[in-house]
């Protein structure tokens, strides 16, 4: 067999070869993915919110927190 063969192994074994042959860097690559995901996913879903929520919250309603003039 040739080296080129050899070689030709495609994404998924260049990534068993990267990741997955030891548990050390498999389990800081899912612990990693995992906290990655989990930060994507909460500004999304803050974004969305904010979004839907225009001209409802506390900050966007000018006149509370000021005193009644005299």
Not at 2 to 16: F, I, P
Not at 27 to 43: K, N, W
Request: charged share 25%; glycine share 12%.
């Amino acid at each position: 067999m040739d080296s080129t063969a050899r070689r030709s192994g495609g994404v998924l074994e260049g990534l068993y070869r990267v990741l997955m042959r030891r548990t050390s860097v498999y389990a800081t690559f899912v612990i990693a993915g995992a906290f990655l995901g989990e930060r994507v996913v909460d500004y999304g879903v803050h974004k969305l919110w904010e979004h839907n929520n225009v001209g409802k919250r506390y900050e966007d309603i000018s006149v509370l927190g000021q005193r009644p003039a005299e």
